[in-house]
């Protein structure tokens, strides 16, 4: 079936450093593929999606290029913000199917 | 609000007891999905409604899970004789409209079963 891999955390980093978080998925079809990050005592908030290959989704600075050709949609920011503290989950929709499908999640820690 | 509402936030029950949680969509929202995550997990799916209509029930785990949203606007997930393994975050999710994997996802509520 369906499923998504996404690196194991914590990710800690210093302010201002590049931030890379893999994620790779399995799929029938052609999915649409999602970052959703989630706050300390927040519910889960949809962050950049791409529906096709070669798309980027971009927003807040952290960008995500679908490959279909290596099954991945890994998510980058150039300079990370303390703010930016929080996990990060990868998901798909698959093409026959209108339910998400979630990664384990990736929690990232900025330090000042 | 303008945001999903779920209640109770947390919800502490022995085991073999009903729960019953509730969850009031965004305004206009087509599309509602309830999700389970357990501590250190992603969210993992349990069942969706296009309007009042159950589209997917594949991901509840047994007969004593049941979901429900008979108007089309609030939902409630009912778990019959609870047990320890049901403890878990239960997150709710509607989305505008259908298919597009855009979710605005509540609180959750946290379910302990002692």
């Known amino acids: 079936g369906d499923s998504v891999t996404q690196m194991e955390g914590p990710v800690t980093l210093s302010e201002e450093a590049f931030l890379t978080i893999n994620c790779t998925y399995t799929a029938t079809g052609y999915p649409s593929l999602f970052w959703y990050v989630q706050y300390p005592g927040e519910g889960l908030q949809l962050l950049l999606k791409?529906?096709?290959?070669?798309d980027k989704g971009s927003n807040k600075g952290f960008e995500a290029t679908y490959r279909k050709e290596t099954t991945s949609f890994h998510l980058e920011k150039g300079s990370v913000q303390v703010s930016d503290s929080a996990v990060y989950f990868c998901?798909?929709?698959?093409?026959?199917?209108?339910?998400?499908?979630f990664g384990t999640g990736t929690l990232l820690a900025v330090q000042p | 609000g303008a945001g999903v509402s779920q209640s109770p936030r947390y919800k502490v029950t022995k085991r073999g007891q009903d729960v019953a949680l509730r969850c009031d969509p965004i305004?206009?929202?087509?599309?509602l999905y309830w999700y389970r995550q357990a501590l250190g997990q992603g969210p993992e799916f349990l069942t969706y409604?296009?309007?009042?209509?159950?589209?997917?029930k594949s991901g509840l785990p047994n007969d004593r899970f049941s979901a429900e949203r008979p108007e089309g606007s609030i939902s409630t997930l009912t778990i019959q004789r609870t047990e320890q393994r049901d403890s878990a975050m239960y997150r709710c999710?509607?989305?505008?409209?259908?298919?597009?994997?855009?979710?605005?996802f509540g609180e959750g509520s946290r379910l302990t079963v002692l």
């Open positions: 998901a798909l929709r698959g093409g026959a199917t209108n339910k998400l499908i």
């Open positions: 791409a529906t096709k290959a070669d």
């Open positions: 409604f296009n309007y009042e209509a159950q589209q997917d």
């Open positions: 305004s206009g929202h087509v599309s």
């Open positions: 999710a509607s989305s505008p409209r259908e298919g597009t994997g855009e979710l605005f």
